[in-house]
């Protein structure tokens, strides 16, 4: 059975692993979509990172942690409206049977359509294994690189993520 796993990925974390270990080990899941949310949207402080970056970074992730035939990767853009969104993301993605997320709106959204089995993840670490989390750190000069895969940290830097999202915080608004 395919699985299709949902997330921002901004940028893509250990806990992002965790999830798909988790997924892979349910004996009726043979294969993964990674769908990356918000594709569109970059150089903002919730997205700072490109599609096309994501996507490398999840790449290189597959690669090294998995069996890359098991996955699907692709990116979709964000339409603005809940109500029709799940039914937009069927309609682009190639089919699936059951949706993993921990997201509350996206498991109503799904639950909705009535057509795909919903299940959550157990969370792990969360209050670390964030990507709001990730950033802020960042923008702090706090540690950060332990909660991302290592493999990413090459890209991050050719990105110039850090820089890129310390710069994204920044505003000339006075109070």
Known sequence: MRALYL????PPHKGHIYALEYILEQTDIDEIIILIGSGEKAYSLKNPFTGGERLEMLTAIIRKHFNINLFYITAIP?????????????????????????????????????????????????????GKVIRENMIKGEEWKSLVPEIILPLISQFNGVERIKTLSQTDETN
């Open 7 to 10: 997330g921002r990925f901004n």
């Open 78 to 130: 964000d339409i603005n409206r809940n109500t029709i969104w799940a039914a937009n993301v069927e309609d682009l993605v190639s089919s699936y049977e059951v949706m993993f997320t921990n997201n509350p709106l996206v498991q109503q959204l799904f639950s909705n359509l009535g057509k795909k089995e919903v299940r959550k993840i157990p969370l792990n670490n969360r209050e670390e294994f964030s």
